[in-house]
């Protein structure tokens, strides 16, 4: 089988985008090929189109990951879209459009599929596509894992242990991984060991802030957090850009701008109430931290959860009461 020199990967789970890579490479008898990943939401070095268009000196592969291409301008998709024309036969592409779904389909930009290289593909098939993990499709993906694994779970205990697991495909492989130690020698799960999974509430952020801008309890707000998020490379992201949002919002509705804020009346107003609560100044400080947070991992001077804890920690002192902070000095 020929191997594709690029192909597009649309899915927001950034473990599933992981394994199909992975699957792809295997596929393709690259697995041996170097991995050099860059992120879409910045400025692409020239390190990457480099690797992109020229061979190395001693004719080493690459597999070249693009992350979050969503996020690209459409200048850039220009220069991308004349770059795989003349891509080298050495470098395998990955294109990640990790975009959230909608109701109509998989989120590929309308800039994108004017280019030449998203047409080419769609004819040559060279595109994966995955909504992610839902009640759904997430019995499939138990359904592999315990073959890999040589695991037996019967009907109703995989019934039961689809609704319990997190559907957020790292998350779930985690609980998968103590649930394996758990089956012992005999390699099957029983409907006791679904208790060992633990309890992942959906983190609604507004109510996060909210907590934390009043004084909420610290233990129990790094309780939600960590369990919800540790570990975790896309609920890192997905933490950064539902703050981004909420901080938007507040900045907005403190300024007067409530007509731009798209949310039903009670909810617009016990925003307002919050904004008006934490003030100008720490809101915008909101955007500082969330982007040092998102520069530490794409600079790889901090994993994921090292930057998620020092997220909440400045978080946790942004909202401390000012009587609070002077008894300190």
Known sequence: ????????????????????????????????????????????????????????????SKAVILRRAHKLKAAVWDTLDKTIASLSDASFLFICI?????????????????????????????????????????????????????????????????????????????????????????RRILMDHISLIAHSEEMDFFEFMRSMSEGGDPVEIWRRVLTNHSEKDSMIFMLTASLTREARALWMLLHGEDSAVRLPPFVKKQ?????????????????????????????????????LELLVAALTSLFTPTKTRQRRF
């Not at 990967?9 to 090929?33: K, M, T």
């Not at 109430?273 to 901090?302: C, M, W």
């Open 98 to 186: 990790e975009g959230k779904w909608e109701r109509k389909g998989p989120p590929v930009p309308a800039v994108l599929k004017r280019r030449n290289c998203w047409k080419y593909a769609e004819k040559q098939k060279w595109f994966w596509q995955s909504a992610g993990l839902d009640q759904k499709t997430i019995s499939g993906f138990v359904g592999k894992w315990a073959k890999q694994k040589g695991i037996t779970i019967d009907g109703p205990v995989l019934n039961a242990l689809t609704k319990a697991l997190p559907k957020d495909a790292r998350a779930a492989k985690l609980e998968l991984d103590k649930l394996e130690l758990a089956a012992g020698d005999d």
């Open 271 to 307: 925003k307002k109430s919050l904004a008006q609560r934490i003030g100008p100044a720490r809101i915008a400080r909101i955007f500082d931290i969330v982007l040092e947070a998102e520069i530490g991992i794409k600079t790889g001077q901090r994993r994921p959860e090292q930057a």
């Open 1 to 60: 089988m020929s191997r594709p020199g690029y192909m597009f990967l649309i899915c927001p789970d950034a473990e599933l985008l992981h394994a199909r890579i992975g699957e792809l490479l295997d596929q393709h008898n690259a697995v041996d090929f170097e991995k050099k990943v860059y992120w879409a939401d910045e400025d692409l070095p020239p390190k990457f189109w480099d690797d992109l268009t020229l061979q190395t000196l001693f004719g080493s």
